[in-house]
């Protein structure tokens, strides 16, 4: 006859094993597929935007125009008029939508390998592009690791903070309306 006491503890160990294994499992990166970062393009633009070297580019545009109105270029001098309001526009839909940043991420491209080997991730795509996720994919935010980059200050990291909080505004409702 088997002791009851030496049975549950054969069946309790049994079991424990068993949720072991497949948690272990579970678990592998072979079995789960690969690890996913995706990052808040709103927050690499506000970093972008908010560098030495966008203001360096605006403060070139300021004196590019100054120069052309001092000089009577006026068909110049329109243009970049145009190109101010222009970039703001851009700006606005890229900070607080979901706004293409290519042109951003063509300023850090050399430096995403780095970030992906950094963040133990196997691809990086803009959250905003997600359409459909399984529940079995495994995300992994890097956008911190992106908006590195633009040597943002603490106030800039402050606001990015606020804006992973806050939903984007759908692109339409930016437009200005006269």
């Known amino acids: 006859m088997i002791r ?3 049975y549950f503890a054969t069946v309790i160990t049994f079991l424990l094993l068993s949720i072991l294994t497949v948690s272990a499992a579970a678990q592998d990166p072979a079995e789960t597929g ?61 900070v607080f939508s979901t706004g293409n940043i290519d042109e951003i991420i063509s300023m850090i491209w050399s430096e995403l390998p780095g970030v992906a080997e950094e963040a133990g991730v196997d691809i990086i795509v803009n959250s905003w592009d997600i359409i459909y996720k399984d529940e079995t994919v495994q ?11 633009f040597n943002p200050t603490e106030e800039v990291l402050e606001t990015i ?10 692109v339409q409702f930016l437009t200005e309306h006269d």
């Open 4 to 6: 009851r006491e030496g």
């Open 34 to 94: 690969p690890v996913i970062g995706v990052f808040d393009s709103r927050c690499v633009a506000l970093a972008y935007y908010r560098s030495e070297e966008f203001m360096t580019e605006i403060n070139q545009l300021k004196a590019d125009y100054e120069a052309a109105l001092q000089e009577g270029d006026s068909v110049l001098a329109e243009e970049l008029g145009i190109l101010g309001p222009q970039m703001q526009q851009l700006a606005h839909e890229q």
């Open 139 to 149: 995300f992994l935010d890097v956008t911190d690791l992106m908006v590195e980059f």
């Open 161 to 170: 903070e606020e804006i992973k909080a806050t939903p984007a505004v759908p």
